[in-house]
């Protein structure tokens, strides 16, 4: 097993074991994706990525993490995300998509406005909505703690946007609950104080997560995975753990998710994270020796002797590259390279391709 093997989950098979993480791009009007989607997007799958996976979309207006976050809260998003996810597949990577909620961490500024609060006059919104009325720093908004009520229009939410992204012809669904998120938040017992079905025990915690999981399986064609994005740490004295992680993952499984896709912190502002190249990498092969379940591995994973280490020793089935591949949209081809491994080029690329001089 090795970075360039093929990996099939289901039906879908990914010629490598390179993914493009889903980072937000903020650069929406309305949730509608644009042509900046179309070339970002499509750029990585020509550079030679196994899966592309589309930006946080939002299931709802308010669960946008900023007012130009990507949207699949309504039918007319659907084309021109399908337009993405087209491209995608004609350049050999399976296309992907994540759905999200922002929760107490929504209407805020894209980074290079400074990422604070946008106040309704700023075109922000209010309230923003959470397990409990905590938030998340001392400049945020204090969430409205969600009723029984919100916590079923938000599952009828998810499970839309579970529709119109099979209908907009992504192969691979992820749910996002890591980062702080909401559904991070109602995981975590620092965001989650509630003393409902909710809040309380881990299996409570577990629970809104789950359900979602199971509505969302249930749409999902039973040939397309599904996955689930998590912070498998917050970081922080008495919040979410990677001992829980491994037990939500069996939960998961037992669920119909089929990869883990494994992040770690967010919950809160001031957790002491250990960044390193590969820091969250032991967090990725924890879950996958005591779940069972495969897993995918992020974090300042740079180098292509590092990203293939990963996957021969077994420490995770795939890794997720971020910002490394928006530097460089070509990283799998020059890896290909530098790891002696023979790939197909974008044929309109072929004459720039380099002799292959090594062997792995």
């Not at 099979?166 to 996002?176: I, P, W």
């Not at 590092?306 to 799998?332: C, K, T, V």
Request: with cysteine; proline share 7%.
């Amino acid at each position: 097993m090795s970075l360039f093997s093929p990996f099939q989950l289901r039906d879908v098979v990914f010629r490598n074991r390179i993914g493009i993480s889903p980072m937000c791009q903020y650069s929406c009007q309305d949730g509608f994706a644009t042509d900046w989607h179309l070339v970002h997007l499509g750029s990585r799958a020509a550079g030679g990525a196994g899966m592309v996976m589309v930006e946080a979309t939002a299931v709802s207006p308010e669960g946008r993490i900023s007012p130009q976050d990507l949207g699949i809260w309504k039918d007319a998003h659907i084309e021109p995300l399908a337009r993405v996810a087209r491209f995608i597949q004609e350049q050999g990577a399976v296309p992907a998509i994540q759905i999200a909620h922002a929760g107490r961490k929504a209407s805020t500024a894209a980074p290079w406005q400074g990422g604070q609060p946008v106040g309704v006059a700023a075109g922000g919104w209010s309230p923003v909505l959470g397990p409990s009325a905590i938030p998340f720093d001392a400049a945020s908004q204090t969430p409205q703690a969600m009723t029984l009520a919100d916590i079923e229009t938000l599952k009828s939410a998810f499970a839309e946007a579970a529709r119109r992204a099979l209908k907009a012809g992504f192969q691979v669904l992820e749910l996002h609950a890591a980062h702080g998120y909401l559904l991070h938040s109602f995981l975590s017992p620092l965001s989650n104080q509630r003393s409902d079905a909710y809040g309380g025990s881990l299996e409570n915690r577990m629970r809104l997560l789950l359900e979602i999981a199971t509505e969302a399986r249930q749409i999902w064609p039973e040939t397309l995975p599904l996955w689930v994005r998590i912070s498998a740490t917050d970081w922080a004295e008495g919040g979410w753990d990677v001992d829980q992680s491994v037990q939500l993952a069996i939960e998961l499984k037992k669920h119909g998710v089929d990869l883990m896709d494994v992040s770690s912190g967010g919950a809160v502002p001031d957790a002491k994270i250990p960044v390193a190249p590969g820091y969250q990498v032991p967090l990725a092969e924890q879950i996958r020796q005591q779940a069972g379940l495969p897993t995918a591995a992020v974090g300042m994973i740079t180098e292509p002797p590092q990203a293939n280490a990963i996957i021969a020793q077994g420490q995770a089935d795939m890794i997720l590259l971020g910002r490394e591949s928006l530097r460089n949209p070509y990283w799998p081809l020059h890896a290909a390279h530098q790891l002696g491994v023979d790939v197909v080029w974008p044929q309109q690329y072929e004459r720039a391709k380099p002799r292959v001089r090594q062997s792995v």
